[in-house]
């Protein structure tokens, strides 16, 4: 590829929307962020970089493009929006009282092989709820992110529930080593039943800890699952005490007319180096993958000197849009212009002026335009 060729390109994992592509996104930013502002959540506008160990520990670490300032620092593009709210909430903001409602919408970046068919650039619409009291911030969340597909038109989507504190709950004092929790981790994850029961072998755990870790691979369905989980972690109070929380959920959610958006997957135990408690993905007809997702994070905090708990969702703007596409929703085409010149300069804009206060589109034919 010579050089003009290459510069005319745009790199591998970037986008470029233009008119009515771009036109049709930003309808569906407006939409969903007015339902944010709906519920009294403040916009944020984080920065597009920040030091990089900001984002250390994260399982988007690896994924970070960072690089060196002028002053020697590390500095990294954000690969998530979550770490940045959270550092401003504990700092700029540590003296407003809990409970912090925060939204953001806008680019994040992180690397991905050239030929993982992924983008780097991904355009995010989320919102952090950061204090106040666990169940009733964690229904809010759930409750918004219906919200914003219903304002959109999204029919038959729903929140897929699940809780990290059932597994770690039944692992507790197993002393399996991280490397063995993770490939443990990523079988329940891909519902490998057999994987499961066949990396436990060799751990010290009970039976019914071992028998329950093998259920998890497989538990997910309607509220009935919840009373099937009970059952299997009797055992570990802690992941009882995580099928409680989520039940509680489900209950406040049913009770608010939500219940029928609402399945549950006890296999959903990603990130467990970052959430700590509820975690869902939305899941919609026409698209073979979530359209985002979120969940509880409290232990984030912290590590910026505020320790509250917090809890977050968010939705991609790429895949909303495919979605939306899909289920045949309202096209956003621009409405038609009309043509203003003339012979005079100065009264042709006077006319385009005139055009404009009516909030007439026009397009201005002065100077060689056809």
Request: proline share 5%; net charge negative; with cysteine.
């Amino acid at each position: 590829m010579n050089g003009a060729h290459r510069l005319a390109q745009i790199p591998p994992g970037v986008q470029c929307f233009v008119g009515d592509e771009a036109r049709r996104r930003r309808r569906i930013e407006e939409t969903v962020l007015s339902v944010f502002e709906g519920w009294d959540y403040e916009e944020i506008i984080p920065p597009l970089f920040d030091y990089a160990d900001v984002f250390t520990g994260q399982a988007l670490s690896s994924k970070t493009y960072s690089f060196v300032g002028r002053d020697g620092s590390v500095l990294a593009l954000r690969p998530d929006f979550t770490s940045l709210l959270a550092k401003v909430a504990a700092g700029r903001l540590h003296d407003r009282p809990a409970p912090i409602r925060l939204y953001y919408s806008g680019e994040v970046v992180r690397y991905e092989p050239p030929k993982a068919g992924r983008q780097s650039e991904l355009f995010q619409m989320g919102l952090e709820h950061l204090g106040g009291e666990p169940r009733a911030a964690d229904a809010e969340v759930l409750t918004i992110a219906a919200e914003s597909l219903e304002r959109l038109g999204v029919e038959g989507f729903v929140l897929t529930l699940g809780h990290v504190g059932v597994f770690t709950g039944l692992l507790d004092g197993s002393g399996i080593e991280d490397a063995a929790l993770e490939e443990l981790r990523e079988r329940v994850e891909a519902k490998d039943a057999r994987g499961v029961r066949a990396l436990l072998e060799g751990a010290d755990l009970s039976p019914e800890a071992k028998d329950a870790l093998e259920r998890l691979a497989t538990l997910a369905g309607g509220p009935e699952v919840l009373d099937e989980a009970a059952a299997a972690v009797g055992g570990s109070a802690a992941a009882a005490q995580a099928v409680d929380e989520l039940r509680g959920v489900s209950e406040a959610l049913t009770a608010a007319g939500r219940g029928p958006r609402v399945a549950f997957d006890l296999g959903e135990v990603r990130g467990l180096d970052y959430y700590t408690g509820l975690v869902f993905r939305v899941f919609a007809p026409g698209l073979g993958f979530e359209v985002g997702g979120g969940g509880r994070y409290d232990a984030l905090l912290a590590r910026f000197g505020r320790p509250l708990p917090a809890v977050g969702f968010m939705l991609g703007l790429d895949r909303v849009a495919l979605l939306v596409d899909r289920q045949g929703g309202e096209e956003s085409s621009a409405p038609a212009a009309e043509k203003v010149s003339g012979p005079d300069l100065g009264a042709a804009l006077r006319a385009a002026r005139e055009r404009r206060r009516t909030g007439t589109r026009v397009r201005f034919g002065n100077g060689g335009e056809r």
